[in-house]
Structures are given as C-alpha cells and as structure tokens.
C-alpha cells in the first residue's frame, strides 16, 4: 500500500529559527513529491521535486529529495510568523497526501 | 486564485440526505482530484479523472461517486450521507498528472446534521 509519512507532526518554534521539515514515501509508479502550504484553506503549491540531489529554492525555503533512501526535507531559515501554517507532501503519481506538519512560530 | 472554482462553498444537510459538489478545473487542465478532509486529518485522495475517464480510486466509500463531464468539469455525488461525512472536500486540477503540480480550489465545507 501507498504511504507517505511526515515528521515532526507538530513543531512551534521561535521567529527566526531554522526549521526541517521530514516526509518520507513508499509508492508504486513515483513520478513527483510535491510540498503545500495549507494555512486556513486551499493548499498552495510550493516545489515540485523530480530528480535526486537537487535543490530548489524559494527566498527562505528550500527542499531537497533522495530517490535512493525516499524522502525529501523541506527547510525554512529565518521563520516568520507568516510561516505558521500545515505543511503537506504528496507523491505523485496519484499525489498521494502525507498528515502535515503543523507549524507554529511564535513572535 | 489557483483558477480552480468550487461550487457551493458550504452545505449543511441531514443524515441520509444525498448532496452534488461541483468542479471546474483550471482552463486547459484534464486532470481532476478529489480530496476528503476531516478535521485535524489530512488530505485523503477519493478519485482521479482524465479528459472524462476514470483515471485512479483512492479511500472513496460505495456511498461516493463521481464523474468528469465533456466542458472537463467534474461532480462529487454523496448519498445516504452519515454524520462521519462532515468533512471539506476539496477538487484540485493539474494538465500533466503526475509531472506538473495540483491547484486547488477553496473546498466545499460539508456539514451533515
């Protein structure tokens, strides 16, 4: 069966603190790992992940996967509290939707 | 905007009754996805289409059907809907499956009473 497990289920954290973000995965027909940002409805899109060992970066967050040990980690340097928020990973094919991680930075 | 409209945005109706959410995609998108999310749980995938066809099931109960119309709209239809049914449903779309991202639209808030 399909699964993808986040870690840590929940982190509150301090502004500016550097936070890491876990997901890990076991899925047939892998094509993509993705990561949203869900506040208070939709989740928004944040990086589409492809190839091993590569980093994409956007302002204060990055992300990086390992197709060899499946599972990518999602940081975020300098945390503000606009960061608060539920973290979620999918595998695609069938974007397969990890819990979240639940973020709180407090001022 | 994600481009991804849901119809209606809330709905509260009672146990057995059977209700319709609707979707339309993102302009040029095939693919649709339907989501159920409870409370505290996360994003469960409840089915897949593509250009009209059944692409993939996930969680999705007996009670639950759904289908992707020519125009690439989608319905999401809940019957002999119970009390554990409360829930968002969300509908995301994406035009390559698996190699381009979901969008998705703002859910409908599904309260069964």
């Known amino acids: 069966e399909d699964k993808v497990v986040q870690s840590p289920l929940s982190l509150v954290v301090h502004e500016g603190d550097t936070v890491t973000l876990n997901c890990s995965y076991e899925v047939t027909n892998f094509r993509s790992l993705l990561w949203y940002k869900q506040e208070k409805k939709a989740p928004t899109f944040l990086f589409m992940l492809t190839s091993s060992g590569i980093e994409k970066k956007s302002g204060r967050l990055s992300s990086i996967l390992d197709k060899k040990e499946l599972f990518s980690i999602l940081n975020i340097t300098a945390t503000q509290t606009g960061d608060s928020a539920v973290y979620l990973c999918a595998v695609a094919n069938q974007f397969y939707f990890g819990t979240g991680t639940s973020l709180t930075v407090i001022p | 905007d994600s481009g991804v409209t849901q119809t209606p945005k809330h709905l509260i109706t009672a146990t057995g009754q059977r209700v319709t959410l609707r979707c339309s995609p993102r302009s040029g998108d095939l693919s649709v996805y339907w989501y159920q999310q409870s409370l505290d749980q996360g994003l469960q995938f409840l089915i897949q289409?593509?250009?009209?066809?059944?692409?993939a099931k996930g969680n999705i109960l007996e009670r639950f059907s759904a289908q992707q119309f020519p125009d690439l709209h989608s319905e999401l239809n809940l019957s002999s809907l119970e009390l554990g049914d409360s829930a968002l449903y969300f509908c995301a779309s994406s035009s390559q499956g698996g190699n381009s991202p979901l969008h998705f639209g703002n859910g409908t808030r599904l309260t069964v009473t």
């Open positions: 289409y593509y250009n009209g066809e059944e692409r």
